[in-house]
């Protein structure tokens, strides 16, 4: 019976210390437990909403730590705040002249009001869903108060337009119903049914003729204009250096014949010898005949008793009036 007794309190001993080591652990895992289910990081790019049985009762916007009732009493619901995109599905519409058109569009949107997205939309997928059927209606509404070519023509083009009237008219519905910002959407491109194609196709083409058509004929205009302003200038330049150029002649053989008389007047004589030379020279060369009484002046020069002196000069009868100086350019004048 000692022994027995003395391996007891041993036993006992060691009991208690397992117990209190399995007690600590379970303590530990119930407060970790505890703590996972009581708080939550919110992220930069996120908001969160508390929901305590189902009912929001805080909205949080604000990266950070934040505690809360443990779950099942709270719950926490986390909101992607991030830019978002997405498209349209295919469908036709009419424009206002009655042309089938296909007009696919993009749209980007992000959360606004965390609280009416969590009742009304609840995830991007279905947030998606929603805006496609808003876009797709707005996109119907507008296009159909316009005619077809202002989607294709090159001066009445309104796509733009179009594209901003769109987004107007829905972003106030996105925001009212869905708590949710469309910043922006666009058309990707206007694709026409396979019956319409090629009647649209051969409108296009004559457009553009005509288009071409007009501004090759403003071009022939604008090169008409050009060449007679130009031609206009020429004349006008031309005209006014021949008149320059009249004026200088004619100051020049003023100039000219002044020097002449000037310096002929100073010997007469020589003058008309000089002149008489210039008549023959004028007159006759080596194959030259001529049959001419040369008593008279300026043949008298050919005579040998002329030759040998030839600066004697027989001179005309009294009866005659004097010669006058000339201008040599001018040799006309000497027989006056």
């Keep these: 019976m000692t022994p027995m007794s003395e391996e007891t309190p041993e036993k006992t001993g060691s009991g208690k210390a397992a117990t209190a080591l399995r007690i600590a652990m379970f303590a530990a895992i119930a407060a970790v437990v505890f703590l996972a289910s009581s708080s939550v990081i919110v992220n930069e790019n996120e908001d969160a909403i508390i929901v305590r049985f189902g009912k929001p009762v805080r909205i949080i916007q ?3 730590w934040y505690f809360h009732l443990p779950v099942p009493i709270e719950r926490v619901k986390a909101i992607d705040t991030r830019l978002q995109h997405g498209s ?5 519409t009419l424009t206002r002249d009655k042309r089938n058109v296909i007009i696919p569009m993009y749209f980007a949107w992000r959360v606004a009001d965390p609280l009416k997205f969590l009742n009304n939309v609840e995830t991007p997928a279905r947030a998606s869903e929603k805006l496609d059927s808003l876009i797709t209606s707005m996109r ?6 316009n005619d077809f070519n202002s989607l294709i023509g090159i001066k009445a083009n309104r796509i733009g337009e179009m594209e901003n009237e ?6 106030n519905d996105a925001e009212d119903h869905f708590g949710v910002e469309l910043v922006r959407l666009g058309i990707t491109e206007i694709k026409l049914p396979k019956g319409n194609t090629e009647s649209v196709f051969r409108r296009m083409r004559s457009e553009r003729k005509r288009e071409a058509s007009t501004y090759r004929a403003e071009g022939k205009a604008e090169s008409d204009r050009i060449k007679t302003e130009a031609d206009t200038q020429a004349r006008n330049l031309i ?3 021949r008149k320059t150029a009249e004026e200088t002649r004619g ?4 100039e000219a014949a002044t020097i002449y008389a000037e310096a002929h007047g100073k010997d007469i004589d020589f003058y008309r010898f000089l002149r008489s030379l210039q008549s023959l020279r004028a007159v006759v060369d080596k194959n030259t005949t001529l049959v001419l009484d040369t008593n008279s002046s300026p043949f008298n020069l050919l005579k040998s008793e002329a030759s040998a002196d030839p600066l004697h000069f027989v001179s005309p009868p009294k009866t005659q009036p004097p010669i006058v100086p000339v201008d040599p350019a001018r040799p006309e004048l000497s027989s006056q």
């Design 62 to 64: 604000k990266a950070g």
């Design 88 to 92: 349209i599905r295919l469908s036709e």
């Design 140 to 145: 119907n509404s507008v296009i159909g108060k």
């Design 166 to 171: 769109i987004l107007s008219l829905a972003a």
């Design 239 to 241: 005209a006014e250096a």
């Design 251 to 254: 100051k020049a053989e003023a």
